[in-house]
């Protein structure tokens, strides 16, 4: 496996839920999760234990994590749940360390069990079918540094700044290629506020090219929606995905219930066959319309989450 297994959104204003008066039975969880990769995990926790109330808010990486640290010393979020590896560990004083039985089972494990591993989640490719050819397909990376995406609706990037999966296409990538890469990247690229904006920009023909999390894009083209989802030949971003308990949380009992219902093997294999997303253990083999982990040349992120944030935003300013 590669060494992303080793490490592991619309904007806040749109995608918060404020959370209702919590109960003693009540659970509240900060995610970036969407509602189609939270909703059956939330249904089959809800059959499980029925006597927890879950609260969702919702929010990209980079601001629900902003919204822990305002909260600190007086937490209303018991578990943060989606992000990569990097953001636990860079975050690590927002989070208490929790030993959960379902640790040992899974492909990579934090040492601290501080952050307890999800899914294992690559970033192909995106292209809009009603604005690219067949002949101007990309085949790799290398095939984004060009002017020509300008002209057929523009190249689209996450913000790092806000979203988890934009920071991991541009540390891996960075890692990769080098910095000069990303700033060519970045020259006649749109920057979306989210991953989902720039998920859907794509989808719906408003940008050329992007990335996508797989699951999702093999999703839209089982739907046959107008899009093309492409493993590129040269990198492969990836990241793994983890989930951890809040530092002070007010409702640790059903905390800890959580971390271990996500990490049993009944939800992994719903993560599979609902979501299509790779599980983070080691017994549930991966849903079947993916490519093999072994045919591709997976990158994972290398600088944190900062340095990204502030190399990027210095082409962007240029």
């Known amino acids: 496996m590669s060494r992303y297994l080793a490490l592991a959104a619309a904007a806040m204003g749109a995608a918060m839920l404020v959370p209702a008066t919590a109960s003693a039975a009540d659970l509240v969880v900060y995610t970036s999760h969407g509602e189609t990769t939270s909703s059956p995990i939330l249904d ?25 640290r305002a909260e600190a010393g007086n937490p209303t979020a018991d578990v943060l749940w989606g992000g990569p590896t990097q953001t636990f560990e860079e975050n690590a004083a927002l989070f208490q360390a929790y030993e959960s039985a379902t640790d040992a089972d899974m492909v990579t494990v934090d040492p601290n069990h501080i ?4 899914t294992v989640l690559l970033q192909p490719i995106i292209v809009s079918t009603k604005r690219v050819s067949a002949d101007d397909m990309p085949k790799t990376q290398d095939d984004l540094v060009t002017a020509k995406w300008k002209e057929l609706g523009s190249l689209i990037i996450p913000d790092p700044a806000k979203s988890g999966t934009g920071y991991t296409i541009l540390s891996a990538l960075s890692g990769d290629k080098g910095w000069e890469f990303v700033g060519n990247l970045a020259k006649d690229a749109r920057i979306a506020p989210g991953s989902d904006d720039a998920f859907n920009a794509v989808r719906d023909g408003e940008a050329a090219v992007g990335w996508i999390n797989e699951d999702l ?44 219902f996500l990490g049993s093997k009944a939800s992994h ?30 990158v994972s992120p290398v600088d944190p989450r900062p340095v990204v944030v502030a190399r990027f935003q210095e082409f962007l300013s240029k």
């Open 269 to 298: 294999e719903v993560v599979r066959d609902a979501t299509i997303r790779r599980s983070a253990r080691a017994d549930v083999t991966p849903p079947t319309v993916l490519p093999e982990l072994g045919s591709l040349n997976i």
């Open 115 to 118: 952050w307890h591993p999800y």
């Open 217 to 260: 894009g093999a999703k839209w083209k089982a739907e046959g929606l107008p899009i093309e989802v492409i493993y590129p030949s040269d990198a492969v971003t990836g990241q793994v995905d983890a989930q951890a308990i809040v530092a002070g949380a007010p409702h640790l009992d059903e905390a800890k219930a959580f971390i271990d």
């Open 44 to 68: 089959a926790f809800k059959q499980a234990h029925p006597d927890i109330n879950v609260t969702i808010v919702r929010g990209g990486t980079g601001e629900v994590v902003e919204r822990l």
